[in-house]
């Protein structure tokens, strides 16, 4: 048995086999017994979504050989079980926002389905237990009434889930190593490689595990010890996590607790899912500051830049993020709004950030940031301090989107190389400076340095090929230049926040010296023996697995060739929990090229579901990216390139009046129907019905209203005059029950403000060209779209009236094509409101913003609209996009029961309505809900006179 307490001896690396590297018969019983655990939908074999997620942000790819996504933490524990017992390599993956390797597999890739969303806010906020699949910001919003957030604070907060942050020991902005995952950690919840468990703030499952691993602890204890008898080792521990660091396994863990169990969970921190699986975190809470400040300073040199840092930290600002002349340059375009001084030579800006509880405390320190930067040589405002919340939310965004700019002027075929490292606080320049040397020397003219200032933690960004050899060596020959002159010059840290991963495991040992390597492959043979949890990470002999599995960039598409697969987009995207999201359409199609005729005959059937069917076109991935690629304007594309029924298509616009009221009266007589035959009857032998037809017919959603009968009622007149053009779905769709069709309601309102409304002639063969436009038929959308504003224009020929339609997609489509048409939300807000008496009804109402007022920058009107009309207002968390994108909630309604999901797992029974903008939107809303959700100006009409 290996002296556990010999931290010289170098123990053999175990590394647990991909799948299809066993014999046959092992894989199969491992398939057997998987199938025995879990459903048919939760195991992924099909070669298309095997090689969608062969990728995550970093520049590596591997295919697993299967996907098991998993969707409790007793699956988990069984499924690692089964694991352990047929020696089977695992993954686990979260959002797959890694980018250092952690996240790929050639084996099997575990990952999660939507069910892990569980949050528990503890102790008034200060503490808060989460899931490992919430994604952090969402963490944020729900502390935000507490005045609290987690610590963590990564730049891909809005995209990375739990899981990933604590398993990677993420940081950020203002986390610093305070208060990151390992310095707030308050209780774990762990599933170890043998399928055991652990609840470390649970007392009964603390004293079980303590008698079942006794052994496991004792170890622990005895490697604890033996460091710290090693003086110059534990000094070593020590000086290394002086700076952030997350390069290899967090062992000052065996040095800050007495207690083996706060030591196992604490080194499961920043393991990247090679030590155990972290089945729920609590957190302690940190505080958010009611009143904030940020500016943008540049300066004319890195020394001078790098000198405030330090009395920024005595000052105990939040934040200090650098950008050096090359990374200004990237965001130009952006800096454009606050200044059109150009970026000379040499300039470094730093974006700083500070607050406190009181305006007055606030005022103080920005005197005393301000003193400080007026004081230091060429500190030039870009943007002076500001407390605007959009501004801030501007700066930011413009720092946040330096990493995919770069990756959008990328030449074609390459892709982005990210690197952070730190460096100690008073060599900061020195030591960038030595950087960009390096960058000269190895002909990386277009690299960028961006970082966390106030840490000594910085990134650099550059693109690199791999598609030659020579590319591959110069690659290899800049890495081991940055790791000689951090490690050996400088002492600092290769990985500061991203982690070891693939790329920085061969030069583990440069930074820590083997001893304290020694130790960290003690921990990993003491909780995985077998080397069955990510192998090839964080701990690898091989000493070129970082020049391995390299992930080329090709060019698919000029619309989304820009895509670096960061995953920003997938929060965002309806199809993400049905088929494929942006990034995964986009690095399904980059990767068909790899595979023989057979396979890519194969992609291309299944990418017809996959990729185009299931995208809901909305642009809503758009509005996430920092580089603003629209998928869904792609997929449109590909849409038209295979588009079988033009001729129907042509048919349906020249005749659009006709097919509306044929329509109309078929959904009147399919409401008779399902009186007969029941809702939810009438839906199952829809839903029958579309399977069999090959979705050639809809699905009668039970919510389905009957049509609508054309409405001619004539409004009072007044001197204020308004055009109003209705939208096709409400020229369709009745109302729900017992209210009049939102024509009438609209009247009712503007007449009230003494506002005469006039409806266009022939106004059912008007539209906006949006159903055409989803379909890919973008002639035909403009066809109609333009016969529609001449039809406006006659009736409006000098422009004096101001021209109103009641579905937020319609506006949209109209504002993209040249039309400033209102949406009616935004009319009742500015133009309506202010002549009403409002008396808002004590109630609390469910608000759902439609993907179109998001993209038209104006989802905080229906918000304030609503806010006006009752005591509460209640958004839908998680709801993104509803994904009925049109009329593909009938055509497709897996989508839209998809996206709303998450609605499922809210008790939503104390809400007796909903409101949006958009009616068939509504439809899906009221379906899956439970809640009518009807036209907000319902709501208004019904409170006001």
Request: proline share 5%.
């Amino acid at each position: 048995m290996t002296n556990i307490g010999n931290i010289n001896t170098t123990l053999p690396l175990v590394q647990a086999k991909a799948l299809h590297q066993l014999p046959a018969a092992q894989q199969q019983a491992f398939i057997h017994a998987v199938e025995a655990l879990l459903p048919p939908h939760q195991i992924v074999r099909d070669l298309a979504r095997r090689i969608a997620f062969s990728t995550d942000a970093s520049f590596y790819q591997l295919t697993p050989s299967l996907i098991l996504q998993v969707a409790t933490p007793e699956q988990m524990a069984q499924l690692i079980k089964l694991a352990y017992s047929h020696t089977v390599a695992i993954t686990f993956r979260a959002a797959g926002t890694s980018l250092s390797g952690q996240a790929v597999s050639d084996s099997v890739l575990i990952m999660l389905t939507p069910d892990w969303q569980e949050c528990k806010i503890l102790d008034n906020g200060r503490r808060i237990a989460l899931q490992p699949g919430v994604i952090g910001a969402r963490a944020n919003r729900l502390l935000a009434p507490y005045g609290r957030k987690i610590g963590p604070d990564p730049a891909s907060i809005n995209a990375c889930k739990v899981g990933g942050i604590a398993a990677n020991n993420a940081s950020g902005m203002c986390c610093g190593i305070k208060h990151n995952s390992y310095h707030t950690l308050s209780a774990m919840h762990l599933i170890l490689a043998d399928g055991s468990e652990v609840r470390t703030d649970d007392s009964e499952s603390c004293a079980t595990f303590r008698q079942s691993h006794a052994g496991l602890l004792n170890q622990l204890a005895q490697l604890s010890a033996a460091i710290k008898t090693d003086h110059p080792l534990c000094d070593h521990i020590r000086h290394q996590f002086r700076l952030k660091n997350t390069m290899g396994y967090g062992i000052n863990a065996l040095l800050d607790f007495t207690d083996p169990l706060d030591m196992l969970a604490h080194l499961m921190i920043g393991s990247e899912g090679t030590l155990g699986f972290i089945a729920n975190i609590t957190y302690h809470t940190v505080n958010v500051s009611r009143y904030r400040c940020v500016g943008l300073y540049v300066f004319s040199s890195l020394q001078e830049a790098c000198a405030l840092p330090a009395h920024l930290k005595a000052l105990n600002v939040s934040a200090v993020e650098l950008m050096d002349t090359n990374a200004l340059r990237a965001v130009a375009h952006l800096l454009a709004r606050f200044s059109t001084n150009p970026v000379r030579d040499g300039h470094v800006a730093l974006l700083i950030e500070f607050g406190a509880e009181n305006e007055h405390s606030l005022d103080n320190l920005r005197h005393s940031v301000q003193t400080l930067i007026n004081t230091s040589a060429g500190g030039q405002a870009i943007c002076g301090f500001t407390s605007d919340p959009a501004t801030i939310e501007t700066l930011w965004a413009i720092r946040k989107g330096l990493f995919p700019a770069v990756g959008a002027v990328r030449q074609s075929g390459t892709t982005v190389i990210i690197e952070d490292i730190a460096l100690p606080l008073d060599q900061l320049a020195e030591g960038l400076h030595d950087l960009i040397q390096l960058f000269e020397t190895h002909h990386y003219s277009e690299a960028i340095i961006f970082g966390h200032a106030l840490d000594g933690n910085v990134h650099f960004v550059f693109t690199q090929g791999f598609d030659t050899e020579n590319e591959v060596f110069r690659y290899q020959a800049m890495m081991e230049a940055v790791v000689t002159l951090i490690t050996r010059k400088y002492d600092g840290t290769l990985k500061a926040e991203h982690g070891t991963g693939r790329n920085m495991a061969p030069f583990l040992s440069h930074q820590w010296g083997q001893k304290s390597v020694n130790v960290m492959r003690k921990i990993k043979s003491l909780l995985d023996p077998s080397g069955i949890l990510n192998p090839g990470v964080m701990l690898n002999d091989n000493p070129n697995t970082h020049l391995e599995n390299l992930k080329a960039l090709p060019p698919v598409d000029d619309k989304v060739d820009a895509c670096i697969e960061c995953g920003f987009c997938e929060p965002n995207c309806p199809s993400k929990n049905f088929t494929l999201t942006p990034r995964h359409r986009i690095a399904l199609q980059r990767r068909v090229e790899q595979l023989t005729q057979p396979e890519q005959q194969e992609i291309a059937a299944a990418f017809q579901l996959l990729g185009v069917e299931s995208c809901a076109a909305t642009g809503m991935c758009a509005t996430a990216c920092p580089v603003n690629i629209d998928t869904g304007d792609w997929v449109r594309d590909l849409r038209s390139q295979s588009n079988p029924h033009t001729k129907l298509a042509q048919f349906s616009m020249h005749h659009l009046s006709t097919i509306t009221r044929a329509t109309s009266k078929t959904l009147s007589l399919a409401k008779y129907a399902s009186r007969l035959l029941s809702g939810a009857g009438m839906e199952n032998v829809t839903r029958k019905l579309n399977k069999l037809s090959g979705r050639r017919i809809p699905v009668w959603l039970e919510t389905t209203p009957a049509g609508t009968a054309p409405e001619h009622s004539a409004s009072a007149q007044f001197a204020d005059k308004v055009i109003y053009l209705t939208s096709c779905p409400n020229r369709i769709f009745g109302s729900n029950k017992n209210q009049p069709p939102l024509q009438q309601i609209v009247m009712s309102l503007l007449n009230k403000a003494q506002i005469e409304v006039i409806l266009p002639h022939q106004v059912e063969s008007l539209c906006c060209g949006q159903p055409w436009q989803s379909k890919g038929y973008a002639e035909l959308a403009k066809e109609i779209n333009g016969y529609t504003s001449q039809a406006i224009n006659r009736l409006n020929d000098d422009n004096r009236l101001p021209v109103i339609t009641d579905a937020s997609s319609c506006a949209l489509q109209f504002q993209q094509s040249g039309q400033t048409y209102w949406e009616l939300g935004a009319f009742l807000l500015d133009r309506v409101v202010p002549r009403l008496n409002i008396t808002p009804l004590d109630e609390a109402i469910l608000l759902h913003t439609t993907c179109s007022s998001k993209r038209s920058k104006q989802d905080d009107i229906l918000k304030q609209l609503t806010q006006l009309c009752v005591t509460r207002v209640v958004e839908i968390d998680d709801v993104s996009c509803c994904g009925f994108a049109g009329d593909k909630g009938f055509w497709l309604p897996e989508l839209n029961a998809s996206a709303l999901a998450p609605l499922a797992k809210s008790d939503l029974s104390h809400y007796r309505r909903g409101v949006s903008n958009n009616r068939s939107c509504e439809i899906g809303l009221s379906r899956y809900s439970g809640v009518e959700f009807s036209h907000i100006a319902y709501l208004l009409d019904e409170v006001s006179r």
